[in-house]
Antibody, heavy 125, light 109 residues
Framework: QITLNESGPTLVEPTQTLTLTCTLT??????????LGWIRQPPGKALEWLAL???????RYSPSLKTRLSITKDTSKNQVVLIMTNMDPVDTATYYC?????????????????WGQGMLVTVSS | DIQMTQSPSSLSASVGDRVTITCRAS??????LNWYQQRPGKAPKLLIY???SLQSGVPSRFSGSGSGTDFTLTISSLQPEDFATYYC???????????FGQGTKLEIK
């Protein structure tokens, strides 16, 4: 059973850089087809996809945040790291790590089928 | 960018009701549409993928349909635990983007 656990600071100051870590258990980042992504949710608002790193180390980012985001993985630690620069109070949100199962021609719909519990990050001075 | 629009934004219903939520994509996404349920204070849970495939462990009262730009999530007989917020999500863009709808909050009448 795949489980995901997010960790990092709960409070960051404006203009600082946020570094979040997602630790995967029950599977291995060295395994083919293991894709992990980050999604956030401001309080009372909708989900917003941020970034994804594929099993082959390909990386994708939300176009609106691309210049501020970086996603990497450490297979030795079974962790994925998200870096977001120049934090602003509007970035206050719960940040989720999630596992993506890729769709296929016969079974479409790349979907986030396992989620971490999320962590609230507050941006404030 | 593909935009996803859900309707209604909120909905009041009673236990036992049949409920339908709609999601519309700004351009064709074939059947690359997923549905999630989110209860307050919890992470989202995958319900339906590929427009109509039921995720393992999800009750059969949940069903999905549609293709192209118009999709629906139906709950055949509402149970107390179904009162939550529901999101659609597309995954067909090239390069890939995983856009969510704005959510539909299902409340008890």
């Amino acid at each position: 059973q795949i489980t995901l656990n997010e960790s990092g600071p709960t409070l960051v100051e404006p203009t600082q850089t946020l570094t979040l870590t997602c630790t995967l258990t029950g599977s291995s980042l060295s395994t083919a087809r293991v894709n992990l992504g980050w999604i956030r949710q401001p309080p009372g608002k909708a989900l917003e996809w941020l970034a994804l790193i594929y099993w082959d180390d390909d990386k994708r980012y939300s176009p609106s945040l691309k210049t501020r985001l970086s996603i990497t993985k450490d297979t030795s630690k079974n962790q994925v790291v998200l870096i977001m620069t120049n934090m602003d109070p509007v970035d206050t949100a719960t940040y989720y790590c999630a596992h993506l199962t890729a769709g296929t021609y016969s079974v479409p719909g790349s979907r986030f089928d396992y989620w971490g519990q999320g962590m609230l990050v507050t941006v404030s001075s | 960018d593909i935009q996803m629009t859900q309707s209604p934004s909120s909905l009041s219903a009673s236990v036992g009701d049949r409920v339908t939520i709609t999601c519309r994509a700004s351009q064709s996404i074939n059947r690359n549409l997923n549905w999630y349920q989110q209860r307050p204070g919890k992470a989202p849970k995958l319900l339906i993928y590929g427009a109509s495939s039921l995720q393992s462990g999800v009750p059969s009262r949940f069903s999905g349909s549609g293709s192209g730009t118009d999709f629906t999530l139906t709950i055949s007989s509402l149970q107390p635990e179904d009162f939550a917020t529901y999101y659609c999500q597309q995954s067909v863009s090239t390069p890939p983007e995983y856009t969510f709808g704005q959510g539909t909050k299902l409340e008890i009448k």
